[in-house]
């Protein structure tokens, strides 16, 4: 749980207010929403731990910014690859389980900074405090939930790499981040292709419908064919390439049987 909300003891006024005016004085103490420490007058031990607040909207409830950041969360599709607010897939971190080992402004840096395989969505700061509040927003709903394992995501050597179907039919252009092999790609000028199939993929093929095994297949043999405007050519897979493509894109807990 990000936040451990608690009121003052009974006559102990809390030594943040000896610098900073009340606010929201009903909602209990300081520390309930920032956390710090309310019981000491130096900064550097008050200030410990300390969550600003653009990061503290998530908990006053109906908060407009939380809401801004689940839009965004939507939008953004950040579900193909994470889990948030108790939804999502499994290819990269929870996000539901960050807190309290990472603070709300090392996530602003991730955000800002994406890592490799992690879309550069270019947010504005001001997006990015209200998708750091949604996620924590979705985060504490997780008291009752064990720590997550750290997940280990394991790159292929070059070598390998070059010799997988998604790398030399589609890695010019496009990346995927995969549960069977990894990261795979190093393109941008297309989408990245993570969690394709799922629920959580935007439903982008042809008539706004779900990606299948069989729409990739009618995708590659002639992308003109579904979208008219489309500008990816004709991609030739054999039987065994068109496989290693479809399990490179299957996520935890879902079966090819399943499409």
């Not at 990472?102 to 955000?111: G, R, T």
């Not at 590659?220 to 064919?225: E, S, T, Y």
């Amino acid at each position: 749980m990000l936040l451990f909300p608690a009121m003052v003891s009974a006559g102990r006024k809390s030594a943040c207010l000896t610098c900073h005016p009340p606010h929201h004085a009903g909602r209990g103490s300081c520390t309930g929403c920032h956390r710090g420490n309310d019981r000491s007058e130096r900064k550097n031990i008050a200030h410990h731990g300390l969550i600003g607040g653009r990061y503290a909207h998530f908990t006053i409830q109906g908060s407009k910014v939380v809401e801004e950041g689940k839009k965004l969360i939507g939008a953004a599709d950040c579900r193909r690859c994470h889990t948030t607010g108790d939804r999502g897939n499994r290819l990269a971190a929870d996000l539901d389980k960050l807190f309290p080992d990472a603070s709300p402004e090392d996530v602003f840096k991730a955000i800002k900074n994406p890592v490799l395989y992690m879309p550069d969505f270019h947010f504005v700061d001001t997006e990015i405090v209200s998708l750091v509040n949604a996620i924590a927003s979705g985060a504490r709903q997780e008291t009752d939930r064990q720590r997550e394992t750290v997940q280990v995501v394991h790159f292929i050597p070059d070598g390998l790499a070059r010799e997988n179907s998604f790398v030399r039919l589609c890695g010019s252009c496009h990346k995927l981040l995969s549960h069977r092999y990894g990261g795979l790609g190093n393109g941008t000028m297309g989408p990245s292709l993570s969690g394709l199939f799922s629920e959580f993929y935007p439903a982008t093929f042809a008539g706004k419908t779900r990606w299948r095994e069989e729409s990739l297949k009618r995708w590659l043999k002639n992308p003109r064919k579904v979208r008219p405007n489309a500008l990816m050519p004709p991609v030739a897979v054999t039987a065994a390439e068109l496989e290693q493509l479809t399990d490179a894109m299957v996520v935890p807990h879902q079966e090819k049987n399943s499409r």
